[in-house]
């Protein structure tokens, strides 16, 4: 896998392990060795801009995904066969905001570093096609996130 990670949060961040989770969250996911994801950290000044700009909603959020190719694990769209690895692509960009991985950390009780795996594993989940916005796909999504971090958690180097 080609995963660049960029932190411009002026945070200090496990860039690291976030690369590590990524790799991790792609292979389960059956996603191809040469495909490409970008995973940038950004400040809360910067984030606000993005949301507002893409989401049209006010202040910073958590994390946001912007795909580039259509690929969808197990749906025939980007991948050789139904149980094949996909075809190599540009997976597209998540955007992390370490500041509010933060204090929703905080307040869910949980390090932020633990914060930060959901919040990537999920940007990279929206990549790969999948959505929340029906109970159907909630159920799905979440479901899926929750596996993949526990498999992550077995596997992730302590810091």
């Known amino acids: 896998m080609s995963i660049e990670i960029a932190n411009e949060s002026g945070v200090d961040v496990d860039e690291d ?3 590590a989770l990524a790799g991790h969250v792609l292979a389960k996911m059956g996603i191809h060795p040469l495909a490409e994801l970008s995973i940038l950290v950004v400040d809360e000044a910067a984030m606000t801009v993005l949301h507002e700009q893409w989401m049209g909603e006010p202040g910073p959020t958590d994390v946001l995904a912007f795909p580039m190719d259509e690929l969808r694990p197990g749906s025939g769209g980007g991948r050789q066969d139904g149980d094949g690895p996909a075809d190599p692509a540009l997976l597209g960009d998540v955007v992390l905001c370490p500041q509010v991985a933060a204090k929703q950390a905080a307040e869910a009780g949980h390090p932020t570093r633990d ?10 989940l929206h990549l790969l ?12 999504m979440f479901g899926l996130q929750g596996e993949l971090l526990e498999s992550w958690r077995e596997v992730r180097p302590e810091p």
Not at 115 to 124: P, R, S, V, Y
């Open 129 to 140: 096609g999948y959505d929340h916005a029906e109970p159907e796909e909630h159920a799905e």
């Open 115 to 124: 914060e930060l795996d959901m919040l990537c594993t999920h940007g990279i």
């Open 17 to 19: 392990a976030l690369v």
